[in-house]
């Protein structure tokens, strides 16, 4: 895996019970320990409740088909090990990587963001 790959997330319960994967964008190069910052995109519903501070389009991604929004809450830590394992058990679903314009999009609003950790940040160059 590299910055800029995605790929769905195991399933999760949304608040109407139903199981839906997440697109997850890779938007830092491996570090030392061979981790990775993963964003999460969801579908934007509530823009006076949603982190609107990143929307993404449709076209954006081939995955998103309506407006979604990086969903900052949800940025987490990854190992290539945890990826790459998880790919072959076919928990998560390797997706095309997004566009350089949008990359960036992502890591400016990530460093902005109120919602992810220093520690977070600090991977973010």
Sequence with gaps: ???GDSFLSTPEKTPTGEEKRHLRII?????????????????????????????????????IKHESIVDFKRTKIMSSIEIANGILKGLLIPKDSVRDDVLQRIIEAAKKSRYISAEIKAMLV
């Design 1 to 3: 895996m590299a910055k």
């Design 27 to 63: 938007i830092t190069n491996a570090d030392v320990e061979l981790n990775y910052v993963v964003v999460s995109v969801t579908t934007l519903y509530h823009r006076n409740i949603q982190d609107c501070s990143c929307i993404l389009q449709k076209g954006d991604h081939n995955f």
